[in-house]
C-alpha cells in the first residue's frame, strides 16, 4: 500500500472515531450542527467540481439540490403522511402509493438530480463565463418555480412536512443513524472527488479551466466532458438534498432560493477554488460559524438584536476573502502530510542557518 | 377577450416595459465598459426607493425633492461600490469580480433588512402620480403614462450624452478598448466611475418609479427586477443601449401578454424571463443587436 492510502486510511479512521465520540457526548443540538457540517460537506465538494475544478461558473446549484430533496421526500413518505400534506390536491398516481426505503430512495434522488443536472447541462454549457452562469442561476429558478407550481406532485408553496429520518444505518439499529448516513455519504463523496480528480477525467476538467482552446486542441471534448462535470456535481447535490430533507423534515421550495446556492458558492470560494480539502474545512467552518454567529442577530454584548446582521457579517466575509485573499485558504492545491511537515519544518530550517 | 381589455393590457405591458427598459440600460452600459455584471444593480434599486420613501416620511421632504436626493444618494453609492469592489479587483479572473459582485449585492440587501427593517412598508405615492384616468373604457392610473414619458426623455439625453459630449466619445472609446484608451490619455478610472454614476442614477429613477407601480418596500425587492432587467439586457445584446430598450419592452409586454392570454400559466410569470434569456443566448448568444466578436486564442 503506498503511503497516500495509508494516510487517507487513518484520516478516515479518526472520522469515524470522532464521530463516535461526538454521537457519545454531544447534545441534540450540536449534532444536528454536526449532521449539518456534513450535508454542506457533500455540497461545497460537489458545487467545487464544476465551479473549482472545471472552471464552468454554474449558480444551478439550489435548484439540483431541491430536486433531490423532492425526490427523496416523495419516495420515503409513507402513503397516509402523503394524504395528511396533500390536502388542496391529491398527490399524483403511482406517487401516492411508493413507500420506499431509505437507501435506494437516496441514491434515487441523486440520480433525479443527475438527470435534472444533464437536462441543464446540455443546453447551458454551450454558454462561457457570465453567460453560463446567468442561465444557470436561470435554470435553478425555474427548477423552484415549477416546484411552486405543480401542486398536485410537489404540493407547491406548501411544501412537505413530516420527512422521516432513517431509524437504521445499514443493518443496524443506531441512536443517530441518520449522522453515520450523512457522514459516510461525505466520505464517500470526498473520496470519490479525490479518485476522480487525479483520474484522466479530472486531468481534462483541469486542462478546461486553465485554457479551454488549449484543451481542445490536445483533443479533450469540450462538451461531453463539461457536461460530465455538472451530471456528477449535480448528482450528489441531490444526495445532500435528499440528507438535508431527511435532517430538517420539512422542506418548501423557498428554501432552494438562489440564497442556498449564495452560501455554498461562500464556503467554495473561502475554501479555495480548485481545493477538496479546502472546501471540506471552509464548510465546517462556516457552517459552525454560521450557527455561532446567530447571537449577532439575537443581540450579544451590549448590542441591540439585530435580524440580518448575521448576514451582513458573512457578506462582508466573503466580499473580504475575494478582495484581499482571491485565492481563498488553499488556493487550488490540496492539504498533505508533506506540506504540513514542510511548514512545521521551515522554522526550524530558518533557525539552524541563523546560528 | 373585448378590445378595452386588450387596449388595458397593452398599455400596462408598454409601462412595465418601459420601466425594465430603464433599468436594463444601467445593466448593458457598465457591462459594455467593465465586462461585468453588476449583480449590486438590482439592489440600487431597493436603495433609491427606501430612501425616497424615509425622506418623504420622515424627513417630510416635499416628493420631488425626495426623489432627486434618492437619485443623487444612489449615483454616489454606486460610484463608492465600483470604487471599493469592483476596481481593486480589475486585473483578476472575471470569475472573481463576479463573486465581488454577488457578495455586494448580498450585502446591500442583508444591510437592507438591519437598517430598513424585514417588514414591508407602504410607499406613499404622491398625488399626481396615482390618480385614476378612464380613457376609452380603460382605466389608466397616471403613473402608467408617466413612466414611458421619463423612460423616453432619460434616453435621448443619454444618447446625447454618449454621441456629443466628450465624456460619452470617451466611454464609447473605453468600451471598444480599454488599454489603448488609456494610452490615448484617457482618464479611465473617471470614465468607469461616471459610468457607474449614470447607470447607477437610471436605477434610482427605476426604483423610485418601480415603487410607485408597486407601492411596497421590502429589502428584497431589488432581486427579481434586477435579475429580470439583466435578462432584458442580454436578450437585446448587452452593451448595447437601443437593444437593452427592444429587450425591456419585449420582456415587459410579453409577461403581461402571457398571463393576459394565458391566465392558468399565471404562476409562471416570474420564469418567463428565465425562458426567453435562455432561448435567446442558445439561439443567438449575442442577444438580438449584439455583434458577434471573434474570440482571440
Given at each position: 500500500m503506498s503511503k497516500k492510502v495509508i494516510t487517507s486510511l487513518i484520516l478516515i479512521l479518526i472520522t469515524i472515531t470522532l464521530l463516535i465520540i461526538a454521537q457519545n457526548n454531544l447534545d441534540s443540538f450540536s449534532l444536528r450542527i454536526l449532521n449539518l457540517c456534513g450535508i454542506y460537506v457533500i455540497f461545497a465538494v460537489s458545487m467545487n467540481l464544476i465551479?473549482?475544478?472545471?472552471?464552468q461558473l454554474a449558480l444551478g446549484h439550489a435548484g439540483f439540490i431541491a430536486v433531490g430533496a423532492y425526490s427523496y421526500s416523495l419516495l420515503v413518505m409513507d402513503p397516509q403522511l402523503k394524504e395528511m400534506n396533500f390536502f388542496l390536491k391529491p398527490l399524483i398516481a403511482p406517487l401516492n402509493t411508493v413507500h420506499w426505503p431509505f437507501l435506494p430512495a437516496l441514491i434515487l434522488a441523486g440520480l433525479m438530480a443527475a438527470l435534472a443536472g444533464f437536462l441543464v447541462g446540455a443546453p447551458a454549457l454551450r454558454l462561457r463565463g457570465d453567460y453560463l452562469a446567468i442561465a444557470t442561476l436561470g435554470f435553478g429558478e425555474i427548477i423552484r418555480i415549477i416546484f411552486t407550481n405543480t401542486q398536485s406532485i410537489t404540493n407547491g408553496s406548501l411544501g412537505l412536512k413530516g420527512i422521516p429520518a432513517p431509524d437504521k444505518f445499514l443493518f443496524f439499529s443506531m441512536k443517530n443513524s441518520l449522522m453515520w448516513w450523512v457522514w459516510i455519504a461525505a466520505i464517500i463523496t470526498v473520496i470519490f472527488h479525490f479518485l476522480l480528480i487525479d483520474s484522466s477525467y479530472g486531468r481534462a476538467f483541469k486542462a478546461i479551466r486553465e485554457d479551454e482552446k488549449a484543451a481542445q486542441a490536445m483533443g479533450i471534448a469540450l462538451f461531453k466532458h463539461k457536461v460530465m462535470a455538472m451530471v456528477i456535481s449535480s448528482f450528489f447535490a441531490g444526495i445532500g438534498g435528499a440528507l438535508l430533507a431527511s435532517l430538517i423534515g420539512t422542506i418548501d421550495p423557498l428554501m432552494f432560493r438562489f440564497l442556498l446556492t449564495f452560501n455554498i458558492l461562500l464556503i467554495v470560494v473561502v475554501g479555495g477554488m480548485g481545493s477538496i480539502s479546502g472546501s471540506i474545512i471552509s464548510a465546517i467552518s462556516i457552517t459552525i460559524l454560521m450557527e455561532v454567529l446567530r447571537a449577532l442577530d439575537q443581540g450579544f454584548m451590549g448590542l441591540p438584536a439585530l435580524p440580518g446582521l448575521r448576514m451582513v457579517v458573512f457578506a462582508l466575509l466573503l466580499m473580504s476573502v475575494v478582495l484581499f485573499y482571491p485565492k481563498g485558504l488553499m488556493g487550488n492545491e490540496e492539504l498533505s502530510w508533506n506540506k504540513l511537515m514542510n511548514l512545521l519544518k521551515k522554522p526550524l530550517l530558518l533557525k539552524e542557518v541563523k546560528k | 377577450m373585448t378590445l378595452e381589455l386588450f387596449l388595458q393590457h397593452m398599455v400596462n405591458g408598454i409601462s412595465l416595459g418601459s420601466l425594465y427598459a430603464l433599468i436594463a440600460i444601467g445593466y448593458t452600459m457598465v457591462y459594455g465598459i467593465l465586462r461585468l455584471i453588476n449583480f449590486a444593480h438590482g439592489d440600487l434599486i431597493m436603495i433609491a426607493a427606501y430612501i425616497a420613501f424615509y425622506s418623504v416620511a420622515i424627513f417630510s421632504i416635499p416628493w420631488y425633492l425626495s426623489f432627486i436626493i434618492a437619485v443623487l444618494f444612489t449615483m454616489a453609492l454606486g460610484i463608492m461600490i465600483e470604487r471599493s469592489a469592483y476596481k481593486p479587483l480589475r486585473s483578476s479572473p472575471r470569475i472573481t469580480v463576479l463573486i465581488s459582485a454577488i457578495g455586494v449585492s448580498f450585502l446591500l440587501q442583508n444591510l437592507g433588512i438591519v437598517i430598513f427593517g424585514g417588514r414591508p412598508k407602504p410607499f406613499q405615492v404622491p398625488e399626481l402620480f396615482s390618480k385614476v384616468y378612464e380613457i376609452a373604457g380603460v382605466n389608466i392610473v397616471s403613473i402608467t403614462f408617466f413612466i414611458p414619458i421619463i423612460t423616453i426623455v432619460l434616453l435621448l439625453g443619454l444618447i446625447y450624452l454618449i454621441n456629443k459630449t466628450k465624456v460619452g466619445m470617451a466611454m464609447r472609446a473605453v468600451a471598444k478598448d480599454y488599454d489603448t484608451s488609456s494610452l490615448m490619455g484617457i482618464d479611465v478610472n473617471k470614465i468607469i466611475s461616471t459610468t457607474f454614476g449614470v447607470g447607477s442614477g437610471l436605477a434610482a429613477v427605476g426604483g423610485v418609479m418601480w415603487s410607485m407601480k408597486f407601492p411596497q418596500l421590502i429589502p428584497f425587492m431589488g432581486v427579481i427586477p434586477g435579475l429580470k432587467c439583466f435578462i432584458a439586457a442580454v436578450v437585446g445584446g448587452i452593451g448595447n443601449i437601443t437593444g437593452a430598450v427592444i429587450g425591456g419592452f419585449l420582456l415587459g409586454l410579453g409577461e403581461i401578454l402571457l398571463v393576459a392570454f394565458l391566465?392558468?400559466?399565471?404562476?409562471y410569470r416570474d420564469a418567463f424571463a428565465f425562458i426567453l434569456l435562455i432561448l435567446i443566448l442558445l439561439l443567438k448568444p449575442t442577444g438580438i443587436m449584439g455583434e458577434k466578436i471573434a474570440e482571440k486564442v
Open positions: 465551479n473549482g475544478f472545471t472552471g | 391566465p392558468e400559466l399565471s404562476g
